[in-house]
């Protein structure tokens, strides 16, 4: 199973090369076939990316979420499946321009972790363990969707106005709301996420909390998507300042995931 997860595994990371070559000179070339291709690839390549993590987890007889390359390829199938969601429900072809190549960067980290596979310490030997990560993979891809459409707001003004773009780029209002939703999505999960890491963490070490590295990073990437929403609904927050309290919250949920383990170490390490 692990040999087959292997293959697969390396089969989407080439696939997710093309990907973003596709996108790239779907942008370039200005062709509406290769907008086509490109999302057939990506939904062909989620369910390639689908069946590799079900592989790992059938071959290592556990949830495949524990470590860092799992976590990281699990981020990036999250970030592949809501960007999907939202360029077919929002028809935004030029969102996979933008998402694809955030996409190759993660799965290509978690190419560069190890991939070894090992038991699991017993405080990870919960029935928590599925919905704690699962609920932080799909709040983190939300949020690394919301960053894109941030990014696509930001640089929307710079780019020539011409009918390619206006066809394929939405309105910058429009833009923004999509952004807005997804932060919704990602707030959802990653409440989800901390409320389920304390249930499990006073069972396992019997506290709720213990302003662990990972805890406290958690918290504080909350507190500024909690910072966004409440500021866009009570004071009508919109447009470029809150596109750049999304990009800086994505930060943060990055450095929440690398940071954190690399530089301040603790019993979160593992993952």
């Not at 390619?164 to 707030?187: A, N, T």
């Not at 249930?199 to 909690?226: F, M, N, R």
Request: charged content about 15%; hydrophobic content about 55%; glycine content about 8%.
């Amino acid at each position: 199973m692990l040999q087959a997860e292997n293959t697969l595994f390396t089969i989407v990371v080439i696939g997710y090369f093309v990907l973003t070559i596709l996108n790239f000179v779907f942008v370039a070339l200005k062709k509406e076939k290769l907008a086509s291709a490109a999302f057939f690839l990506q939904a062909g390549l989620l369910v390639l990316h689908t069946a590799a993590l079900v592989l790992r987890g059938i071959g290592a007889g556990r949830w495949p979420m524990t470590n860092q390359y799992e976590f990281a390829t699990s981020f990036a199938w999250a970030l592949c499946l809501v960007s999907l969601i939202f360029i077919r429900k929002y028809h935004f072809p030029v969102l996979g321009a933008f998402s694809s190549p955030l996409i190759l960067l993660m799965i290509g980290y978690a190419a560069m972790q190890s991939r070894e596979v090992r038991d699991l310490m017993p405080s990870l030997r919960s029935s928590w363990l599925a919905f704690h990560v699962s609920t932080a993979i799909i709040g983190y891809g939300a949020f690394g969707v919301a960053f894109v459409l941030s990014l696509i707001f930001l640089f929307r003004g710079k780019m020539k106005e011409d009918s390619f773009w206006g066809q394929h780029i939405p309105k910058p209002e429009k833009v923004d709301l999509i952004s807005y939703r997804s932060v919704c999505l990602g707030m959802l999960f990653l409440s989800l996420t901390i409320l389920t890491g304390a249930i499990w963490a006073e069972q396992a070490w019997g506290s709720y909390w213990s302003w662990d590295p990972k805890e406290t990073w958690s918290l504080v990437t909350w507190i500024i998507y909690a910072v966004y929403l409440h500021l866009r609904l009570r004071r009508g927050w919109k447009g470029k300042t809150a596109a750049w309290f999304a990009v800086i919250g994505f930060i943060c949920v990055i450095f929440t995931y690398i940071g954190v383990n690399t530089f301040l170490p603790g019993i979160h390490s593992y993952a």
